[in-house]
């Protein structure tokens, strides 16, 4: 079963060097490409300051290149939500993608509390100015709590097609003792919905963790070589955490091939330890990945690329 083979470009954007603001002191978390013109990608990631919490703002890259940083933001597109919100301590992205009304910013919010680690819910937000800023849509998750999703509801992958939503998300409802500290438990789900403003709280489950993993979750779906791809983030009790795959005919029904994801990692530096949240886009017959490496992306994010070998007539319908 061939897949995406990936060759490391290294480390694109690292805050120590590009970072603008006390805003974006560490970190570049989940990175998220979005094909803003012919030249420039813009990849949208979370960005901490100096307590951790992070806020939404891009690094644009040249397409042609994508080691070449072009702008960084020179403050949040998106800030954290107002004191009491479900985001008033940070978030990351979801997914990025044009449709009817603007550009949708499906993002996760965080928010401490005093009984459990954090809660991580998701929102909305849209931009009418091509990308430069967001505006939320409410104040309140459009995937909220529920039974079975207690603390956690994340979307990270969604695709408008045929006048609808297919919505794919983690959920997670209880909590993983570590070495003495609580990590978050969490598997992947689906929905699919005509309206963001009801989503319904019937899904399906699209993969659970196995074997000794506790956590599996930031799915990534598209379509390569006719079929839906998921790559997917797996953490286990003994410390690793890096990406998985796993492919579809239907976008509903995953079998997990894990040993054909094609990257690896590096015998040292930024990412040798762990590897996290790939996230792809299509560029002419290359397929390029953006990810974060050790700590959950402290030194920024890198990319790697691959060859599309099946370059004429594949349905590109997400990234």
Not at 2 to 18: C, S
Not at 66 to 85: N, Q, T, Y
Not at 269 to 286: E, K, V
Request: hydrophobic share 40%.
């Amino acid at each position: 079963m061939p897949m995406l083979t990936w060759t490391k470009r290294g480390l694109v954007f690292e805050p120590a060097r590009h970072g603008v603001g006390g805003w974006m002191q560490n970190s570049a978390l989940t990175p998220t490409p979005h094909k803003l013109d012919e030249e420039t990608i813009r990849v949208y990631a979370g960005f901490r300051d100096v307590q951790g919490v992070s806020r939404i703002g891009y690094v644009d890259v040249w397409a042609s290149d994508p080691m070449v940083v072009l702008r960084v933001s020179p403050e949040p597109v998106l800030d954290i939500g107002r004191g009491g919100c479900f985001d008033d301590n940070g978030m990351i992205l979801g997914d990025v993608v044009d449709a009817p009304g603007g550009l949708h910013m499906f993002y996760v919010g965080f928010q401490r509390v005093a009984k459990a680690k954090f809660l991580a819910f998701t929102g909305l937000a849209i931009s009418t100015d091509g990308g430069d800023s967001f505006q939320r849509v409410q104040e309140t998750p459009i995937l909220d709590r529920a039974p079975g999703r207690s603390t956690i509801a994340a979307v990270h992958s969604a695709m408008w097609e045929n006048g609808r939503w297919r919505l794919w998300y983690a959920v997670g409802d209880d909590w993983q003792t570590i070495g003495g500290q609580p990590y978050p438990r969490y598997h992947i789900r689906y929905a699919e919905t005509a309206s963001l403003q009801a989503i319904p709280r019937a899904d399906r489950v699209c993969l659970l963790p196995r074997g000794t993993e506790y956590r599996i979750g930031r799915p990534r779906v598209y379509r390569i070589d006719n079929r839906y791809a998921m790559y997917f983030t797996r953490g286990n009790v003994t410390g690793e955490y890096f990406p998985g795959l796993a492919l579809s005919d239907d976008g509903l029904h995953w079998e997990r091939h894990d040993e054909a994801l094609g990257l690896g990692l590096s015998a040292d530096g930024w990412d040798s330890r762990t590897l996290c949240y790939p996230a792809l886009i299509r560029q002419h017959d290359t397929w390029l990945m953006f990810y974060n490496g050790n700590d959950m992306g402290v030194d920024g994010f890198g990319v790697a690329e691959a060859v599309a070998v099946h370059a004429e007539g594949e349905a590109h319908v997400h990234a």
